[in-house]
């Protein structure tokens, strides 16, 4: 897959793996994501590795990032999207969101699939909306507290 990549301004947009700044990344979701609290080192390596990342940037500095995981042909799912909280309420957020929609290996999917509690109007402006047949989707859930407290990603 060929690295994606947009500017605007002083920012750009890339997939490139080696511009991701892994510390910024692994601090905000360990530490401040309401998702992911308390997520161990290896499981967002291993996330990482198996996901199309997308990371926003200025002079390169981490601000923002995302990330997609798919099979590129039917299904997507959209996860870890955040935006650190001193370059918020710039429009970083919907352009990282229009750059991950326009992507080439992104195009039509049946399903692009996420989940979240509190950015619904965000979404809806890309095409996203609430389940309309919540019977139909099952889901296993173990929340991310227990799991990385019982050390069940540890090797």
């Excluded at 890339?14 to 692994?26: G, V």
């Excluded at 929340?143 to 407290?149: D, F, G, N, Q, T």
Aim: proline letters at 3%; a negative charge; charged letters at 25%.
């Amino acid at each position: 897959m060929q690295t994606f990549a947009r500017m605007k301004d002083s920012f750009i947009v890339s997939t490139d793996p080696a511009l991701l700044d892994k510390e910024t990344i692994f601090s905000y979701l360990h530490h401040e994501a309401y998702w992911s609290l308390g997520l161990p080192r290896d499981v967002f390596e291993k996330s990482l590795e198996h996901s199309l990342c997308f990371g926003i940037y200025q002079h390169n500095t981490q601000l923002g990032f995302a990330r997609v995981i798919s099979d590129f042909s039917t299904f997507a799912y959209l996860c870890d999207v955040f935006i650190l909280t001193p370059y918020r309420g710039q429009g970083l957020g919907k352009w990282l969101m229009e750059s991950i929609m326009d992507h080439p290996d992104l195009q039509g999917l049946r399903r692009f699939y996420l989940v979240t509690r509190d950015a619904h109007g965000l979404y809806k402006h890309y095409g996203f909306s609430s389940l309309d047949d919540c019977g139909r989707h099952m889901e296993k859930v173990v929340p991310a507290k227990v799991l990385y407290e019982r050390g069940q990603n540890q090797e």
